[in-house]
DNA sequence: AGATTGCTCCAATGGATATTAGATTGTTAT
DNA sequence: ATAACAATCTAATATCCATTGGAGCAATCT
């Protein structure tokens, strides 16, 4: 018995390191940013809004779980997540923290109560109509994520950009927007703006680790 | 800008909560454990080899984290998972941890090495041979357990008993012994005893929780 | 070559966490 | 009523972790 209480100890060790890998939050939005495509350290630091130092910590203890890997690049040290079954991880906890924790569900009604939001379930029909062309499906990250992976027949214009390059979207047509995820802002800020200009802007709360859709190195 | 980072640290704080449950051994052991239906803290303390105070004091953490439920009855505390996505993400967090740590995968190897196994996919196979008598499925596991919840067509013996009551099965069938998952190790010992006493016997790595069967309260 | 940039390592700090002991509450058994 | 038991709470300790500053290393730029 006593043999068998070490082997097990020794088990649940090894998946506590999964766990201690996703207690911190600011390790959770690496994760999250990493699923969008890879990244250098410095990259991250500025879009997760902290000092490089820090930034560098959380990976170092994300690495040493296995969840990502790095590669040196000139100067550069890129990091992406191991494979996709980091991102569906990442997806997995953060639904069942929307199951469980009430306090969760309320800051999200919070922060997307205003724009209008596409149901999740409806991909299928998302697919269909924006290969018709009946909608056009934006994706306001960053180019290098859009490169990255993209939802299928998306077009990009980043965030920054789209008040100066409004003149590419069709008027007559609804315009799906997406971002990183649920939680991220940049497609509620965009349906905004297209809002203002007169456009019919819908926010897609889903995002490529949502849809499965790993990114390319 | 400031507005929205605000909001996404309540998030990602929020999403780190659950992590923050999982991210300590014994508290994984307390899920996996309640995943088999639902226990006192007595019994848990036991059965996770650990005090009683430690027990309480990690169950008030997954309670803190809504990921178990309690409920008075006499003189016990009776905890139980919240639901079934709780089981679920026991098993999601297990297997993205067995598919990035070599060191889980070596300790999972020199645990189960000496009895044959059934390879985890054919289930639907084994639940038809199970239905036609040609195996018989045995849950190793306490009683209550098998009480709370149990595989299809499978017959209880737990293991303490099983020595006594080896007369129970039919030498003829292939025996497939159960218990908790993949990290109990009762049938293995039950496999082990079994093919002592000239059984064909093997061992199926899974549980209830691995196949989604919900404990009845 | 010298300066700059991107990144990591080391050490130090404060704050959180795991664990145990002691006392306390509520429930059942005698 | 008293004793025994299940469980929790509080307090105390040791340990771990997050964060920051300083130093160092390697690649790039001028």
Redesign the pocket.
């Known amino acids: 018995m006593n043999d068998s209480r070490r082997i097990k100890d020794l088990l649940y060790e090894q998946v506590a390191r999964i766990g ?1 890998a996703a ?2 939050p ?2 959770l939005e690496l994760i999250e940013l990493l699923c969008q495509g890879e990244k ?3 990259t991250l630091a500025r879009e997760a809004a ?5 930034a ?6 994300l690495r040493g779980a296995r969840l990502v890997e ?1 590669e040196k690049r ?4 890129v990091y992406r997540i191991a494979n996709r079954a980091v991102a569906d991880f990442w997806v997995a906890i953060r639904s069942l923290a929307e199951d469980r924790l009430v306090e969760l569900r309320l800051v999200i009604e919070q922060m997307v109560s205003h724009p209008k939001e596409l149901a999740p379930q409806d991909r299928d029909s998302l697919v269909k109509m924006a290969r018709k062309g009946d909608v056009v499906v934006l994706d306001v990250r960053p180019s290098d994520e859009f490169l990255a992976a993209h939802l299928p027949f998306a077009r990009s214009i980043p965030l920054d950009e789209l008040k100066l390059r409004l003149s590419e979207l069709p008027k007559g047509k609804t315009v799906v927007a997406y971002c990183r995820g649920p939680y991220c802002l940049m497609a509620r800020d965009a349906v905004e703006l297209l809002r203002k200009k007169g456009y019919d802007a819908l926010r897609l709360p889903e995002g490529v680790a949502e849809w499965g859709i790993a990114p390319v190195r």
Do not use: I, N, P, Q
């Open positions: 201690k207690c911190s600011k390790r250098t350290v410095d902290m000092s490089m130092k820090l560098s910590a959380h990976l170092r203890e790095t000139g100067k550069y040290v």
